[in-house]
C-alpha cells in the first residue's frame, strides 16, 4: 500500500510564511512527478506547482514569486514552503504524486493523493 502523508498546515496572518511537507510510503520503486493542489470552498481544485525527477518545475501563475517547491528523492517527500501569504492562499492542500509501486521497473503506475491540510491565512 502506498500512501502520501502532509503535514504543516495551519492559521498564518498575511504576510507570513507556511511549509507544507508530504512524504510518500510504502513499496515504492520510483516517484515521477510530485505536486501540490489547493481547493478553496466553493472551487475546483487547482494545480498549485509540480516538480519533475529531475527537479524541473511549474507553478500557478497567482504564486509565482512567492511559494518554492522542492523534493528530496532520498527521502521520498516534496515540499512547498509558501511566502508572502494572502487570504486569497486559503484552501485544502493536497499533495500528488505518480509512484512506480513495486520493487522493479514493472512495477504499478499509481497516481496517488494525499489526505489534504488546511492553510488558513487570515488576520
Known amino acids: 500500500q502506498v500512501q502520501l502523508v502532509e503535514s504543516g498546515g495551519g492559521l498564518v496572518q498575511p504576510g507570513g510564511s507556511l511549509r507544507l511537507s508530504c512524504a510518500a510510503s510504502?513499496?515504492?520503486?520510483?516517484?515521477?512527478?510530485m505536486a501540490w493542489y489547493r481547493q478553496a470552498p466553493g472551487k475546483q481544485r487547482e494545480l498549485v506547482a509540480a516538480i519533475s525527477s529531475g527537479g524541473s518545475t511549474n507553478y500557478a501563475d497567482s504564486v509565482k514569486g512567492r511559494f518554492t517547491i522542492s523534493r528530496d528523492n532520498a527521502k521520498n517527500t516534496v515540499y512547498l514552503q509558501m511566502n508572502s501569504l494572502k487570504p486569497e492562499d486559503t484552501a485544502v492542500y493536497y499533495c500528488?504524486?505518480?509512484?512506480?509501486?513495486?520493487?522493479?521497473?514493472?512495477?504499478?503506475?499509481?497516481?496517488?493523493w494525499g489526505q489534504g491540510t488546511l492553510v488558513t491565512v487570515s488576520s
Open positions: 500528488y504524486a505518480e509512484i512506480n509501486a513495486g520493487s522493479n521497473p514493472s512495477g504499478r503506475y499509481l497516481e496517488v
Open positions: 510504502g513499496s515504492i520503486f520510483s516517484i515521477y512527478t
